[in-house]
């Protein structure tokens, strides 16, 4: 693992020291943080009432809540430490420990999580990716960490999914998906 981290690392080097590239990770980083992106993301989705709210407030606030859990219990029980040299930035300074990167493992859950349609969850999780690289550029993780929290949140993301379909009837997104399993002849009354 640690020549992986040293081959990333070094793959990052020639690009740290740029303001234009700093600066971008920078602000994707801080995006991220908190989960900024994906509460403007589901607020915009929850502008309409009903079922749509109800599933943007879930879509969001199950995958916080979880990626949150996991990462904390993961983060405990590994305890490994930070890269020695954090690139001074203007992100908050990280406190826990490094493996997985909490950043990253939230963005992806949450990136399938809160999509409702193929082109969302494309971009969304290029999103989480771009997320995942600033953690590696700002060495705010080493690239084991980022790796294992995609992984992570990618796994708890699709497993979380079903679960906001069944909480959340009558939403575009349980809509969307029964109108695609419709016959090609059936009509738009029997779609809805």
Known sequence: MTSFDEQVDAAFAPLRGRPGVD???T???N???YGFV???LAGWKARRRGADRRRSVVAL???GFSSLLVSRTIKQAVARERPDEHIAAKVRTPTSSSFPSGHTLAAFCTAFVL???EVETAAYVGFAGAVA???IHLRAHHASDVVGGAAIGSVLGLGLRPIVHVLTPGSRGR???RVQGMPAGATRLERL
């Open 23 to 25: 600066k971008a990770a």
């Open 27 to 29: 602000v994707i980083s």
């Open 31 to 33: 995006l991220a943080d």
């Open 38 to 40: 994906w509460v403007v």
């Open 61 to 63: 606030a199950l995958p």
């Open 115 to 117: 999509a409702e349609t």
């Open 133 to 135: 690289a600033s953690r």
């Open 175 to 177: 809509r969307r998906r």
